[in-house]
């Protein structure tokens, strides 16, 4: 987290030294656009019996790898200090490799997420402060669609069978939120923001295996906005 915070001293910073002011009062809606990063958290718990895997090395798991993705967003201040945020993003597609007994073996597929969030924030300090942090907490529909297994997956899970296919559950779940927003002129202002949620779900292979994971996805990012 001391890396992604990196963005809120930097905000911080540069805000010392404008003198741009353009308040976030009441009825101001907000655009942004930039990069959201999605880091999801590993490795997943042991595959479930039968397990093909070389237990001599411990069971079969998964790592999930990160994905960077255009994303923005629209907020729109219910008060001078309190405000609702819909994020937007391209779907972010992350690769998932063996781990375990699997450990080395490369990617055994990958699937697309769509995180669908709305947060409720409160910002801090005046309305016309150039540098104002803010808190969030969201509530998210991780979905996850297009999943795609590879032949090694097939290898491990069902050697000599049919192509294994996979789905993830797709869960509710909360999400709290820090950013601040940075003032560059009378419209454009600088977002950044980091977010960790708890997520937990569950790998169903066709094979009959299963495979639980903790994800526990961190997100952060950087964009542009505008104010009007």
């Given at each position: 987290?001391?890396?992604?915070?990196?963005?809120?001293?930097?905000?911080?910073?540069?805000?010392?030294?404008?003198?741009?002011?353009?308040?976030?009062?009441?009825?101001?809606?907000?655009?942004r656009a930039?990069?959201?990063?999605?880091?999801?958290?590993?490795?997943?718990?042991?595959?479930?019996?039968?397990?093909?895997?070389?237990?001599?090395?411990?069971?079969?798991?998964?790592?999930?790898?990160?994905?960077?993705q255009l994303?923005?967003?629209?907020?729109?201040?219910?008060?001078?200090?309190?405000?609702?945020?819909?994020?937007?993003?391209?779907?972010?597609?992350?690769?998932?490799?063996?781990?375990?007994?699997?450990?080395?073996?490369?990617?055994?597929?990958?699937?697309?997420?769509?995180?669908?969030?709305?947060?409720?924030?409160?910002?801090?300090?005046?309305?016309?402060?150039?540098?104002?942090p803010y808190?969030?907490?969201?509530?998210?529909?991780?979905?996850?669609?297009?999943?795609?297994?590879?032949?090694?997956?097939?290898?491990?899970?069902?050697?000599?069978?049919?192509?294994?296919?996979?789905?993830?559950?797709?869960?509710?779940?909360?999400?709290?939120?820090?950013?601040?927003?940075?003032?560059?002129?009378?419209?454009?202002?600088?977002?950044?923001?980091?977010?960790?949620?708890?997520?937990?779900?569950?790998?169903?292979?066709?094979?009959?295996?299963?495979?639980?994971?903790?994800?526990?996805?961190?997100?952060?990012?950087?964009?542009?906005?505008?104010?009007?």
């Open positions: 987290m001391k890396t992604h915070m990196k963005f809120l001293a930097i905000a911080a910073t540069v805000a010392l030294a404008t003198g741009s002011v353009c308040a976030q009062t009441a009825g101001t809606w907000m655009v930039g990069a959201t990063t999605l880091t999801p958290s590993g490795p997943s718990a042991c595959m479930t019996a039968p397990d093909f895997g070389d237990t001599t090395t411990g069971c079969t798991k998964s790592n999930v790898s990160a994905d960077t994303a923005g967003g629209i907020t729109y201040m219910l008060t001078d200090n309190i405000s609702v945020d819909v994020p937007v993003a391209l779907p972010f597609t992350h690769k998932i490799s063996g781990a375990g007994s699997m450990q080395g073996s490369g990617n055994i597929g990958e699937v697309q997420a769509l995180p669908i969030t709305v947060f409720l924030q409160y910002r801090f300090l005046e309305a016309n402060a150039k540098f104002r808190v969030g907490l969201g509530a998210t529909y991780a979905y996850f669609f297009n999943p795609q297994g590879s032949g090694r997956l097939t290898a491990t899970t069902n050697p000599g069978g049919t192509p294994t296919t996979f789905t993830v559950d797709s869960k509710f779940i909360l999400t709290p939120q820090i950013g601040a927003t940075l003032t560059l002129s009378d419209k454009w202002f600088l977002d950044v923001f980091y977010s960790q949620s708890k997520l937990s779900t569950t790998t169903h292979l066709s094979s009959g295996q299963t495979m639980d994971a903790n994800l526990d996805p961190v997100a952060y990012g950087i964009a542009v906005g505008y104010k009007f």
